[in-house]
Every structure is written in structure tokens, then in C-alpha cells.
């Protein structure tokens, strides 16, 4: 018998102790790390999605188009589009009160720009009940408030805007239906007033109202015509992105006072990622 | 005749073995008992922390998608009385009938019957129960755009800062 070439030491309940200690050791560990994994990955999901809005709220800022392959931008123009608080002042009382002159303004822009001519009676209705529009909320927010579907809205986007009544239309920006409804004329009397906007004959106000007093005899326009401005500076404008042609967000920026660009509402329906 | 034999354990060894391991067994048998039940408490514990994360991201989520009011501020309001607390939020949502994304109201309750997320729409109304189990719920306003909620129940508590 060759005892040289044996061992010493119990090792078979050894190697069953170690065994049996790390598998314990193993599996209550492997369950904690499973469990946060899943805690983790959740907050995570939702950090990155922030992260990546954030990225895109800036674009409109910096001016430029986005980087991430697929993403692509359109720039409008909002400042030449009717604010609606033009529709409401305030009376000694401080008490809303909505302005007859412009409830036809608005009914015409409503049926030639989106067709939807029925939305100027909620229009009237909600502006009569709430405060002071300021900067925060879009036409979106609003058109929500109405309960009005996101496919509607959407048609409305393009025609109207909502923001404080500093914010005037800009004649020398605004779309030919935009000038035939606010000062009712007719297609072809609009796209005169425009081009003549545009290269400069009508330069100021008085211009303006020499051109209306030709078609509209007798009709004062001095009172609507405090609403507007003819100074192609831009104070509002939006960034609408794509994704593979698919709307995803819809970022809206304004000009304040200081004459900074600031966000004025952004909206996602979803978010792309890298 | 030759007496060459293979080293491995000798039968006393194999005896001690065993007796050793099942001595162990036996001892391990109750903590490793201990052990299970434990971990099926943590896994329940685990798993309905992961639901009220679950609850909380989603609640994150439609107060992120609220839409505003005339004033800039979300359109938001919270009801807070006895551990009990409501939120209101008026945001866009899809219609499960006609896909139509459209502006739906959502509230939240959050009380003894555990915790609720309503759908109100010109489409009909929806309530899914999200957690069945009793939880204490207190809402405060810890700055001018932030709420802190805190969730509470016998095993843990969770807070989340939410930004308006």
C-alpha cells in the first residue's frame, strides 16, 4: 500500500461546506442585484428620455438643424399669425369682456385657414372665463382646454396662436389668408396688400389705411390696426421635428422684452432616441 | 499477489463526510428554511417597491405631459386630507375607440383602497386599479415649481420630487 501518494484532510465535507456557502451566498446576492437592476432601469429609461428632449428644446436656440441621423427640422414663422387675445381686454372692473370687432376676424380666419368655423363659439366662450394670457401656454394647451382633438388642432396650428396682446400680428409676415380675414377682402385684394407689404410700397400704417379705404368705404380700421405692426422683426416662431417624416414634437420660442429668445411651450408626443 | 490500491477517501472518510454533512444540513436546514421565507418577503417587498416605482414613474410621466392654463402654469391641482391625496391633470392622451390623440383629464388617488389612475374623456371615463395594497399618502409643495409626494406603507417608504 502507497500512503506517500495520498492527500491529508477531510477534503470532501470541505469542498461541500464551501459549496454550500456560496451557493447560498450566490443566489440571495443574485436576487438583490436583479432587483435593483430592475429599480435602476426604470429611472433610467426616463433620464435618458428627459435628456434627450432637453437636447432638442435647445435646437430652436442655437438655430440649428438637428445632428441625429432621420431627425429633421422645419422653422416657422408665427409672429405674422392672429393672436387670439386680441379677442379680450379688460373693462374698469377688471372684468373680461370680449371684443365685438374681432369675433368676425377670427370666425373668417377659423373657416378660411382650417375650415373649422364651429371652434369660434368655445373660443369665445373659455377666453370670457380666464385670466390674462401669458407666456407658457400654446395654442395646444388651449385648444386642449377646448377639448378639441390633437388632429383638429393641428389644422389651427398655422392660423391662430395665443400669447400676451403685446404680441401683435405682424402684417409685413402674414399669410395672405390672414390679411384677407382680418381685413375682409377679397383673394385677389389680399395678395396685393401682401406683395405690397412685402417689397415695401405700403411701409407704415397710414399706407395701410389708404390701400383698406380704397376697398372698404367708410370703415374705420384704426382700432384693429393697433393690434398689428408692419416690422418683419421676428418675435415668435416654432421648430417643428420629424423623425423619418413622423411629427414628434413641436417646440415654441418667443422674443421677451429683453429681447431674448425663451421657450415659450414645447410639446413631445414622443421622443426618438440615439 | 500485487496490494497496489488507487489513493482516494477511505471509507472512514466517506463516513465523517456524510455524518458532517449531515450535520450541516440539519443546522443549515432552518436558517436555509429562514432563508426562503425571507427571500420570498424581500422578493413581495421587492416587487411592490417596483410597483409603486412603476406607479411613480407613471405619475411623473402624465404630470411631464400636463398641459398649461392662460396663467403659464401646468394644469395641475392636488387634494391632500388624512393621508389621502388627489391630483387632477388635464393632458393629451390616445382614445383607445378611435386613436384620436385628444385632451383627457387624469386623476390620481392615492388612499386606504390603494391607488387609482382615472381617464375622463368626452369618449367615456376608465379607472384601472394600479396597487391594491393600503398606502398613507401626503403631498406638500417644497418650492414654487416642485411637490414632493410621499408614499407610505408598513414595509417602507418612498418620496419623489416632481417638477410642475
Known amino acids: 500500500m502507497k500512503n506517500a501518494s495520498r492527500k491529508?484532510?477531510?477534503?470532501?465535507?470541505?469542498?461541500?461546506?464551501?459549496?454550500?456557502?456560496?451557493?447560498?451566498?450566490?443566489?440571495?446576492?443574485?436576487?438583490?442585484?436583479?432587483?435593483?437592476?430592475?429599480?435602476?432601469?426604470?429611472?433610467?429609461?426616463?433620464?435618458?428620455?428627459?435628456?434627450?428632449?432637453?437636447?432638442?428644446?435647445?435646437?430652436?436656440?442655437?438655430?440649428?438643424?438637428?445632428?441625429?441621423?432621420?431627425?429633421?427640422?422645419?422653422?416657422?414663422?408665427?409672429?405674422?399669425?392672429?393672436?387670439?387675445s386680441f379677442l379680450k381686454a379688460r373693462d374698469v372692473h377688471n372684468a373680461n369682456y370680449i371684443i365685438e370687432e374681432q369675433i368676425p376676424i377670427v370666425r373668417r380666419l377659423l373657416s378660411l385657414c382650417a375650415n373649422k368655423?364651429?371652434?369660434?363659439?368655445?373660443?369665445?366662450?373659455?377666453?370670457?372665463?380666464?385670466?390674462?394670457?401669458?407666456?407658457?401656454?400654446?395654442?395646444?394647451?388651449?385648444?386642449?382646454?377646448?377639448?378639441?382633438?390633437?388632429?383638429?388642432?393641428?389644422?389651427?396650428?398655422?392660423?391662430?396662436?395665443?400669447?400676451?396682446?403685446?404680441?401683435?400680428?405682424?402684417?409685413?409676415?402674414?399669410?395672405?389668408?390672414?390679411?384677407?380675414?382680418?381685413?375682409?377682402?377679397?383673394?385677389?385684394?389680399?395678395?396685393?396688400?401682401?406683395?405690397?407689404?412685402a417689397d415695401g410700397t405700403i411701409p407704415n400704417h397710414a399706407a395701410v389705411m389708404s390701400f383698406l379705404a380704397k376697398h372698404h368705404k367708410g370703415k374705420d380700421f384704426s382700432a384693429s390696426l393697433r393690434n398689428t405692426a408692419i416690422s418683419a422683426r421676428l418675435d415668435h416662431k416654432a421648430m417643428v421635428l420629424n423623425f423619418k417624416g413622423e411629427t414628434f414634437a413641436y417646440l415654441d420660442n418667443v422674443l421677451n422684452r429683453e429681447g431674448n429668445w425663451i421657450k415659450n411651450r414645447n410639446f413631445f408626443l414622443w421622443t426618438p432616441m440615439n | 499477489m500485487s496490494s497496489y490500491r488507487k489513493p482516494a477517501f477511505t471509507l472512514i472518510e466517506l463516513l465523517v463526510s456524510l455524518a458532517l454533512s449531515g450535520v450541516l444540513i440539519v443546522l443549515l436546514n432552518s436558517q436555509i428554511t429562514n432563508s426562503i421565507f425571507t427571500d420570498v418577503k424581500i422578493k413581495k417587498q421587492n416587487e411592490y417597491r417596483l410597483e409603486i416605482?412603476?406607479?411613480?414613474?407613471?405619475?411623473?410621466?402624465?404630470?411631464?405631459?400636463?398641459?398649461?392654463?392662460?396663467?403659464?402654469?401646468?394644469?395641475?391641482?392636488?387634494?391632500?386630507?388624512?393621508?389621502?391625496?388627489?391630483?387632477?391633470?388635464?393632458?393629451?392622451?390616445?382614445?383607445?375607440?378611435?386613436?384620436?390623440?385628444?385632451?383627457?383629464?387624469?386623476?390620481?388617488?392615492?388612499?386606504?383602497?390603494?391607488?387609482?389612475?382615472?381617464?375622463?374623456?368626452?369618449?367615456?371615463?376608465y379607472r384601472r386599479i394600479l396597487s391594491s395594497k393600503q398606502v398613507n399618502a401626503e403631498i406638500e409643495r417644497v418650492g414654487e415649481k416642485v411637490i414632493k409626494l410621499v408614499l407610505t406603507n408598513q414595509h417602507f417608504t418612498k418620496s419623489k420630487l416632481f417638477a410642475l
Not at chain 1, 430592475?38 to 435647445?58: D, G, M, P, T
Request: hydrophobic share 40%; proline share 5%; with cysteine.
Open chain 1, 8 to 84: 491529508n484532510g477531510f477534503l470532501l465535507p470541505l469542498a461541500l461546506l464551501s459549496l454550500l456557502v456560496v451557493s447560498i451566498i450566490a443566489m440571495n446576492g443574485f436576487t438583490y442585484i436583479r432587483h435593483h437592476t430592475n429599480l435602476l432601469k426604470q429611472s433610467e429609461n426616463s433620464v435618458r428620455i428627459s435628456a434627450q428632449q432637453e437636447k432638442f428644446e435647445l435646437l430652436p436656440f442655437e438655430n440649428s438643424i438637428p445632428v441625429q441621423p432621420d431627425v429633421s427640422a422645419q422653422f416657422v414663422t408665427l409672429s405674422g399669425v392672429y393672436n387670439l
Open chain 1, 117 to 197: 368655423p364651429e371652434l369660434t363659439e368655445p373660443i369665445l366662450e373659455y377666453l370670457k372665463l380666464a385670466g390674462d394670457v401669458e407666456i407658457g401656454f400654446g395654442l395646444i394647451d388651449f385648444l386642449n382646454e377646448l377639448s378639441v382633438p390633437l388632429d383638429t388642432g393641428v389644422e389651427v396650428l398655422p392660423c391662430l396662436r395665443i400669447l400676451p396682446r403685446s404680441y401683435k400680428l405682424d402684417l409685413a409676415l402674414a399669410s395672405d389668408i390672414t390679411l384677407q380675414a382680418y381685413f375682409d377682402l377679397s383673394a385677389s385684394q389680399a395678395r396685393l396688400l401682401g406683395r405690397y407689404l
Open chain 2, 53 to 125: 416605482e412603476s406607479v411613480l414613474e407613471q405619475l411623473n410621466a402624465d404630470i411631464l405631459s400636463a398641459s398649461h392654463q392662460p396663467n403659464g402654469q401646468k394644469s395641475i391641482k392636488f387634494y391632500a386630507l388624512e393621508n389621502k391625496v388627489r391630483l387632477h391633470l388635464k393632458r393629451f392622451g390616445i382614445s383607445p375607440n378611435t386613436q384620436q390623440l385628444h385632451g383627457v383629464e387624469v386623476i390620481w388617488k392615492f388612499d386606504n383602497s390603494g391607488i387609482t389612475r382615472s381617464i375622463n374623456s368626452a369618449e367615456g371615463n
